[in-house]
């Protein structure tokens, strides 16, 4: 069987492990919202399962799982195209996870960069999830048989580790079960970075508050990170190489872009020339201008927590259809004993 034998359909997800960003929303949101459009079927989650790698107080925990909810759905991901669920309400996915944990080889893992930074010297202490993080990512994806996944450049290598676990449980039981996925990594700002870091990737675990932009950030707030945002002397070149060796008017030259949805050469031939003085007060009022009815809308829905919490419960019924069905199979493949149907 091929890749082309599955029916396309798009999972994603994002940990609940702290407030939305503008790197999530360019680098995923945006693009999960104009593939609800493009595909039969998308499912996307809030996986509350990765957040718990690391320790979440589980007031916050519930309360960044419905704003995240809050933020899909002001963002333009309709429950009525989309299916919406948080991880641990599909309990498939860490099933699936499990039989992921004895198909993933140690060496394979242990290259993986993202747990790398996270864990940096503090490797002995860090949770056992955090590391087999990477297996249950691609058991939340696989457990739908999902074709598609968009995602920022930071997922790539997960991914790529997704095709491989796909690719040994296919040969090592003789199938051809689960599809081979593709990564989605599309647009100008597949890797905000840090507003204070233009190395740094703009990250909800930054200590740093003026790091980011938050999504429920005010106007007020917006225009401050931005005008103290780190640039460097030079005025804005006229094309793209321009930005070479210059991080920081890189990043805020690719968010503006994402934000109007035009390209870089786009803009550089407008703004090529404008100091950052003149620069950040447009990239200022271009963020306000689009982020500020999500934000409104977020608090909307925030004020109906029972609300998002039956959006969530249908999801997950929902998707429990396709993933019941799936992990079934599996199990008959990997010789799992259970009662004839
Ligand atoms: N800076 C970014 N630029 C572009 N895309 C980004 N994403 C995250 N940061 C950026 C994309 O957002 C989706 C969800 O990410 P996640 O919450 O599951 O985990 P993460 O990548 O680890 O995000 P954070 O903010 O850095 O979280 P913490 O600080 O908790 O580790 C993914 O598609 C990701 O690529």
Known sequence: ??????????????????????????GAIKRF???QDEVAQSIYCMVDLHAITVWQDPKDLQHNTRELAAGFIASGI????????????????AQ???IFNCVARMGWMQRMTQFKDKAGKNAQNVSLGLFGYPALMA????VYHATHVPVGDDQKQHLELTRDIATKFNH???????PITEPVIEGAATRVMSLRDGDKKMSKSDPSD???????????????????????????PSEAKGLEGR???????????????????QVLADVGGKNFGAFKPMLSDLAVAKLSPISGEMARLMSDPAEIDRILAKGAQQAREITVPILQKTYDIVGMVRPAV
């Open 78 to 93: 309709s429950p009525e195209k989309s299916i919406l669920i948080n991880q641990s309400q599909v309990p498939e996915h």
């Open 96 to 98: 699936l996870g499990w």
């Open 33 to 35: 919202v104009t593939m």
């Open 172 to 178: 090592d039981y003789g199938v051809d079960f689960f």
């Open 210 to 236: 003026a790091s980011r932009i938050n999504m429920t950030d005010d106007a007020d707030t917006i225009a401050k990170k931005i005008r103290k945002a780190k640039t460097d002397a030079d005025a804005l």
């Open 1 to 26: 069987m091929t890749q082309s034998t599955f029916t396309p359909r798009v999972f994603s997800g994002i940990q609940p492990s702290g407030g939305l960003h503008l790197g999530n929303y360019l």
């Open 139 to 142: 058991a939340d994806i696989l």
């Open 247 to 265: 991080p920081e008017a890189r990043n805020l030259v690719n968010i503006y872009a994402a934000l109007a949805d035009i390209s870089v050469d």
